[in-house]
Protein backbone atom coordinates (compact mmCIF):
# COMPACT_ATOMS: atom_id res chain seq x y z
CA UNK A 1 0.00 0.00 0.00
CA UNK A 2 1.17 3.29 -1.10
CA UNK A 3 -0.67 6.82 0.51
CA UNK A 4 0.45 9.72 -2.12
CA UNK A 5 -0.01 13.62 -0.84
CA UNK A 6 0.63 16.00 -2.77
CA UNK A 7 1.79 19.97 -2.45
CA UNK A 8 2.73 22.97 -4.08
CA UNK A 9 -0.31 24.04 -5.87
CA UNK A 10 -1.94 27.78 -5.43
CA UNK A 11 -2.43 30.72 -7.57
CA UNK A 12 0.16 32.25 -10.01
CA UNK A 13 -0.03 34.72 -12.85
CA UNK A 14 0.51 33.82 -16.46
CA UNK A 15 4.27 33.36 -17.05
CA UNK A 16 4.95 32.23 -13.64
CA UNK A 17 6.19 28.86 -12.20
CA UNK A 18 5.17 26.50 -9.70
CA UNK A 19 6.50 23.47 -8.22
CA UNK A 20 4.57 20.61 -7.00
CA UNK A 21 5.55 17.54 -4.50
CA UNK A 22 4.64 14.67 -4.17
CA UNK A 23 5.51 11.95 -0.88
CA UNK A 24 5.23 8.63 -1.04
CA UNK A 25 4.23 7.22 2.59
CA UNK A 26 4.91 3.47 2.70
CA UNK A 27 7.37 1.21 1.05
CA UNK A 28 9.35 0.36 -2.48
CA UNK A 29 8.76 4.19 -3.58
CA UNK A 30 11.35 2.75 -6.45
CA UNK A 31 9.51 0.27 -8.01
CA UNK A 32 6.86 2.38 -8.57
CA UNK A 33 6.62 4.59 -11.81
CA UNK A 34 5.27 8.16 -10.64
CA UNK A 35 2.94 10.11 -12.92
CA UNK A 36 1.32 13.83 -12.75
CA UNK A 37 -2.30 13.95 -13.91
CA UNK A 38 -4.81 16.79 -13.92
CA UNK A 39 -8.25 17.13 -14.35
CA UNK A 40 -10.31 20.64 -14.89
CA UNK A 41 -13.88 21.23 -14.77
CA UNK A 42 -15.96 19.66 -16.88
CA UNK A 43 -13.09 17.85 -18.60
CA UNK A 44 -11.48 14.19 -18.08
CA UNK A 45 -8.57 13.45 -16.00
CA UNK A 46 -5.52 13.84 -18.73
CA UNK A 47 -1.95 12.56 -18.01
CA UNK A 48 0.63 15.58 -17.72
CA UNK A 49 3.90 13.90 -17.39
CA UNK A 50 5.78 10.72 -16.04
CA UNK A 51 8.80 9.39 -14.91
CA UNK A 52 10.22 5.38 -14.90
CA UNK A 53 11.27 3.77 -12.01
CA UNK A 54 14.19 1.88 -13.16
CA UNK A 55 15.56 3.95 -15.75
CA UNK A 56 13.96 7.83 -15.04
CA UNK A 57 12.72 8.07 -18.33
CA UNK A 58 10.41 10.97 -18.28
CA UNK A 59 7.64 11.23 -20.40
CA UNK A 60 5.83 14.46 -21.18
CA UNK A 61 2.07 15.27 -22.67
CA UNK A 62 2.43 17.27 -25.70
CA UNK A 63 0.66 20.57 -23.91
CA UNK A 64 3.42 20.51 -21.54
CA UNK A 65 6.28 19.46 -23.19
CA UNK A 66 9.05 22.66 -22.83
CA UNK A 67 7.28 24.04 -19.86
CA UNK A 68 7.11 21.11 -17.54
CA UNK A 69 10.11 18.89 -15.91
CA UNK A 70 9.55 15.45 -13.77
CA UNK A 71 11.86 14.40 -11.56
CA UNK A 72 12.02 11.89 -8.73
CA UNK A 73 14.29 11.43 -5.47
CA UNK A 74 13.66 8.40 -4.22
CA UNK A 75 15.52 9.12 -1.23
CA UNK A 76 13.13 11.19 0.14
CA UNK A 77 10.18 8.68 -1.66
CA UNK A 78 9.06 12.34 -3.44
CA UNK A 79 8.39 12.98 -6.62
CA UNK A 80 8.39 16.94 -8.36
CA UNK A 81 6.64 18.28 -10.83
CA UNK A 82 8.58 22.16 -12.09
CA UNK A 83 6.02 24.27 -14.30
CA UNK A 84 7.30 26.76 -16.19
CA UNK A 85 5.74 29.35 -18.37
CA UNK A 86 2.26 28.65 -16.92
CA UNK A 87 -0.80 29.33 -19.17
CA UNK A 88 -4.28 29.94 -18.18
CA UNK A 89 -5.10 26.69 -19.61
CA UNK A 90 -3.00 24.71 -16.94
CA UNK A 91 -5.62 25.90 -14.74
CA UNK A 92 -6.86 22.22 -12.98
CA UNK A 93 -6.43 19.71 -9.98
CA UNK A 94 -3.28 18.24 -10.16
CA UNK A 95 -3.54 14.11 -9.21
CA UNK A 96 0.04 12.56 -8.49
CA UNK A 97 -0.28 8.90 -9.11
CA UNK A 98 1.86 5.29 -9.20
CA UNK A 99 1.67 2.34 -11.34
CA UNK A 100 4.23 -0.71 -9.86
CA UNK A 101 7.01 -1.16 -12.43
CA UNK A 102 4.56 0.74 -14.65
CA UNK A 103 5.53 1.28 -18.25
CA UNK A 104 1.49 2.74 -19.22
CA UNK A 105 0.33 6.06 -18.39
CA UNK A 106 -3.48 6.08 -18.74
CA UNK A 107 -5.96 6.92 -15.83
CA UNK A 108 -6.86 3.05 -15.78
CA UNK A 109 -2.95 2.43 -15.23
CA UNK A 110 -2.51 3.67 -12.20
CA UNK A 111 -2.68 1.92 -8.84
CA UNK A 112 -2.64 4.66 -6.01
CA UNK A 113 -3.63 8.38 -6.04
CA UNK A 114 -3.10 11.47 -4.47
CA UNK A 115 -5.86 13.46 -3.51
CA UNK A 116 -4.76 16.49 -5.60
CA UNK A 117 -3.56 19.75 -5.11
CA UNK A 118 -5.26 23.00 -6.96
CA UNK A 119 -3.20 25.16 -9.68
CA UNK A 120 -5.23 28.32 -10.78
CA UNK A 121 -3.19 29.86 -13.61
CA UNK A 122 -4.80 33.74 -14.13
CA UNK A 123 -4.51 35.91 -17.17
Known amino acids: QVQLVESGGGVVQAGGSLRLACLAIGRGFNTYSMAWFRQAPGKEREFVAG????????YFADSVKGRFTISRDNTRNTVYLQMNSLKPDDTATYYC????????????????WGKGTQVTVSS
Open 97 to 112: AANFYGSSWTVRAMDY
Open 51 to 58: VRESDRGT
